[in-house]
């Protein structure tokens, strides 16, 4: 474990810009950022596609990264990792760069692929946004390429570097000052061709929430926000961005600092940048997505911490401990059971308006679909009823008695017959619980039938609702009509339930 108070500095050095953070270590995973440094070198500039970094790029990254290295000694910081990205991989001259780096900086660059620059990204993103149970593209627009990732909370899917960074393409397309109609549409038309294959996977894959990194993102987003001095997080819709495109080529780099307060390096490439962003935002279908200020730098310090205390998650409640107790301790198929509770707690969120439920039954669902085959070890048959008595009578520390009856009937009913106000174990509930009990059960019986044959083949499962019309979207990783057609059964008590049709769709 890091004791609090351990520092490491963090160092990007991108095509357009050098990054550090200066970030300190607290006791139990976490840290927090105590000082920050960029500069704006452009090592791409006059480079990139090949060509060898310039002397003066070389001589502009080499005074930064030194000066960078001597504010991280007076933090006392006890490690400094430095990476480059597409302006240094790409560069024939490249060990030139790094030995100088090395002699007269006082610091070893560690070049990494953009898969690892993706990865480092969206590890950042996750510890700034709350993606919860959501699949989220990340999109990372830097100087000399565009990052894009697709993943949970838990896991990535798909990951790509493609040529598209706003430096690359300003120089490409002669961008940086009052851009000409033809060159514009040349870029678009090079943007299209692409970023065309990564949008149809991004597509097929299917995303919840969207979010957007790099200072070309940032900047947009302050250009195009209705409210830019407002904190937080901003959305960035496509159609401001669209209306902003034409405003900017039509001024120069100059006009652009002045009139929209930007770094006079960033107003040469934000119409290139602005427009790798608006082409893939039409390729993948996003109307808005979110600008969240982290980068690659955030994503390192996080993946260091991660590795110091060896997870990057925290031990977990006192009745999140107590429920994985009672799963191990009855020999269930752990991994289903919690894809079955991150399928279902998918359903309640995306159904809300529904079902009505407050957030407390969100977390009892969960608990219902971690413990649901917890009888199993007792018998196969009717096991159901079994995993019933095991949760009402388990010591499960932090949940009331009502919790628990919820819980257990919940469990209960997620195969065969429906609650049934006959069942004893129904019956002695209060009509508020008999309520929610049915709900959460409707929405269990789908989840745990997307995952019928433990294979998890099913990965993801969105819902599009309409006024009679329920319609879930399943995401696959391989053939799930098992799968499919038994959630197809499992939905009827769901459709009497709610009074909706209920239909299923495969991607």
């Known amino acids: ?30 840290y927090r950022v105590v000082d920050r440094e960029k500069e704006m070198v452009q090592l791409g500039l006059a480079s990139l596609d090949g060509q060898p970094l310039t002397e003066e790029a070389i001589e502009r990254g080499v005074n930064a990264i030194a000066r960078m290295n001597e504010l991280a000694r007076r933090w006392n910081v006890e490690e400094t990792i430095a990476v480059a990205t597409s302006a240094v991989r790409e560069a024939p001259n490249r060990r030139d760069f790094l030995r100088r780096v090395k002699n007269e900086a006082g610091v070893r660059v560690r070049v990494i692929s953009g898969e690892e620059e993706a990865d480092y990204i969206f590890r950042a993103v996750r510890g700034a946004v709350d993606i919860g149970a959501s699949t989220a593209l990340s999109i990372d627009i830097g100087g000399g390429s565009m990052e894009l990732i697709v993943g949970t909370e838990d896991e990535i899917y798909y990951t790509t570097s493609e040529p598209l960074g706003s430096l690359r ?14 060159n514009i549409d040349q870029c678009r038309a090079f943007v299209r061709r692409r ?48 209306e902003m495109i034409p405003r900017l080529a039509a001024m120069s780099a100059t006009e652009r600092a002045e009139a929209f307060a930007i770094d006079p390096r960033r107003a040469v490439t934000i119409v290139a940048g602005a427009i790798a962003l608006d082409e893939l935002m039409s390729l993948t279908g996003l109307s808005t997505i979110i600008a969240c200020p982290v980068a690659m730098r955030e994503g390192i310090v996080e993946s260091r ?80 009823r079994h995993t019933y008595y095991l949760i009402r009578h388990a010591d499960l520390r932090g949940f009331t008695g009502d919790q628990l009856l919820v819980i257990a009937n919940v469990a209960r009913y997620y195969r065969k017959s429906p609650p049934d106000p006959e069942d004893p174990n129904f019956s002695e509930l209060t009509p508020e619980l008999q309520n929610e009990v049915r709900r959460l059960s409707a929405i269990l019986r789908i989840a745990e039938a997307l995952d019928r044959g433990h294979r998890q083949r099913i990965r993801d499962v969105a819902v599009r609702a309409k006024s009679r019309k329920i319609t879930f979207v399943a995401r696959t990783r391989a053939d799930a009509s098992v799968e499919l057609t038994s ?21």
């Open 1 to 30: 474990m890091p004791q609090n108070g351990k520092r490491f500095a963090a160092i990007d050095v991108g095509t357009n810009s050098i990054h550090m953070i200066v970030a300190e270590a607290r006791d139990g995973g976490g």
């Open 169 to 182: 393409l300003a120089q490409r397309f002669a961008l940086a000052e009052r851009a000409l109609e033809r």
């Open 195 to 242: 970023a065309a294959k990564p949008a149809k996977r991004i597509r097929r894959i299917g995303v919840d929430i969207s979010v957007g990194t790099s200072g070309t993102i940032q900047a947009l987003a302050a250009i195009c926000c209705d409210t830019p001095d407002s904190a937080g997080l901003k959305e960035l819709a496509r159609d401001k961005l669209v």
């Open 305 to 384: 911490i991660a590795r110091l205390t060896r997870t990057s998650k925290s031990s977990g409640s006192l009745r999140r401990k107590s429920v994985n107790a009672l799963a191990q301790k009855t020999d269930c198929d752990l991994r289903h059971a919690v894809h079955v509770a991150r399928l279902a707690t998918r359903i309640f969120d995306q159904t809300r308006e529904l079902h009505g439920l407050s957030e407390a039954s969100r977390e009892l669902l969960h608990v219902a679909a971690v413990l649901h085959e917890s009888g199993m070890h007792i018998s196969d048959r009717g096991h159901h």
């Open 487 to 507: 959630a197809v059964k499992r939905a009827k008590y769901f459709e009497s339930l709610f009074e909706k049709r209920v239909a299923f769709e495969s991607i």
